[in-house]
């Protein structure tokens, strides 16, 4: 189903001077109501020529925009390659790949696996390689971070029919925790990048990630993004049995269930008001519900900070990354303050100014806000890949 035509949002627009290098590498971030597109020039990988993002955009007609916009600036002709982000690789893609009809049948058959991201992707793979036929394009998976996870972290307790079919625990944000371990090993070095890391990615979408040698070991979000934590509008874990009592109490569908538990819950259904952290902290000294839904994110963070430093068998580096995670630290404080006994200490200075370091200099475990950039990413891979072919 193709949505309405796309109303342009310039979110944090930065054209910076013409560069010397030309512009190679496009990079496409769709989500279910958003497209982010960065265009990248081989010197620079880190800041791109331009960003944007399409609001509320069908895959089609955000395509066709976004090539009228590129046409304008007269920058079309420059583009070597589109890099993707997908959110689903499946139990097939482990790595960036160049897209082909092959790919795109296996995304069209696990298009179950994520049905609110996937077939606007797939769309929006189409539509480009349709206007841009000789233009490389690369698909990036959200999930290939996680997809060497231990099996034991993998595993879903269900029946082994479900196994055998592909439903087990796959993870999400697996762009922005590779960018995240790639700025911590150029921030602080080697050595702290192969220790035992958990990264925070907190904002309307939250999940966290145990990650030692640079593997992912375990993560909060399980076979879909609506598992872990809770979130904006998302529950996190749940108990299951409640699907059950409400089909019984309020006669609520599998359709129904699943739109609350995406679109009604988190921090939207305790507060009734708002999924914006901002708007809660703001609320939160007269409003009960506000507090609540605060103190219920900052507790059950917390507790999956405790849980993942048992996979890792201790702590050295806590990243903060996300909305959240890089720009509240009222949220960092109060997550902090949980976890002493971990060796965790922030200083409060240093977290106010949001400070790339924010934990006390003598502090056991050394905690960190470092801004994610999953567009950024998705421009490094695609180059990667195609520097490799």
């Known amino acids: 189903m193709r949505l309405a035509c796309p109303r342009l949002i310039v979110a944090a627009m930065t054209e910076a001077p013409p560069p010397r290098a030309t512009p190679r590498v496009l990079a496409l971030n769709a989500g279910s109501s958003s497209i982010k597109f960065a265009l990248y020039g081989t010197d620079d990988p880190r800041r791109p020529q331009l960003a944007e993002t399409l609001e509320h955009a069908g895959a089609a007609s955000a395509a066709d925009l976004l090539i009228e916009r590129l046409e304008r600036r007269e920058l079309l002709g420059s583009i070597d390659a589109i890099g993707h982000r997908v959110v689903h690789g499946g139990t097939r893609y482990s790595a960036p790949a160049l897209i082909d009809d092959e790919l795109i049948r296996e ?13 606007l992707e797939i769309e929006l793979i189409e539509r480009m390689r349709e206007r841009l036929p000789r233009v ?108 059950w009592f409400l089909a019984r109490t309020e006669n609520m569908n599998a359709e129904q269930f699943h739109h609350m538990v995406n679109r009604e819950a988190g921090m939207l259904g305790v507060s009734e008001t708002s999924s914006d952290m901002r708007e809660l902290l703001a609320r939160e000294p007269t409003d009960v519900r506000a507090a609540e839904a605060i103190g219920i994110y900052c507790y059950q963070i917390a507790k999956a900070i405790g849980a993942l430093t048992v996979v890792l068998g201790g702590l050295d580096t806590l990243v903060f990354s996300g909305g959240i995670g890089e720009r509240a630290p009222q949220i960092r404080s109060r997550i902090g303050e949980r976890l002493g006994f971990l060796g965790v200490t922030i200083e409060p200075c240093a977290n106010d100014a949001n400070a790339q370091v924010i934990s006390t200099p003598n502090g056991a475990v050394s905690v960190r806000a470092i801004p994610t950039d999953e567009q950024a990413m998705i421009a490094r891979a695609t180059l990667r890949l195609l520097q490799e072919a």
């Open 107 to 119: 995304l069209r058959r696990i298009g179950e696996y994520s049905p609110e991201h996937l077939p």
């Open 136 to 243: 490389r394009q690369v698909a990036c998976f959200d999930t290939a971070f996680h997809h060497d996870m231990p099996r034991v972290a993998q595993l879903l307790p269900l029946p082994r029919r479900l196994d055998a079919k592909g439903v087990r625990r796959f993870g999400f944000h697996g762009l922005s925790y590779a960018f995240l371990m790639e700025e911590l090993e150029r921030l602080a070095g080697p050595a702290v990048a192969r220790g035992r890391t958990i990264l925070a990615h907190l904002g309307n979408g939250s999940s966290l990630a145990a990650v030692r040698d640079g593997r992912s070991l375990d993560t909060t979000m399980a076979f879909t993004p609506a598992a872990g934590v809770p979130m904006g509008t998302r529950t996190g874990d749940i108990d299951p049995g409640l699907a």
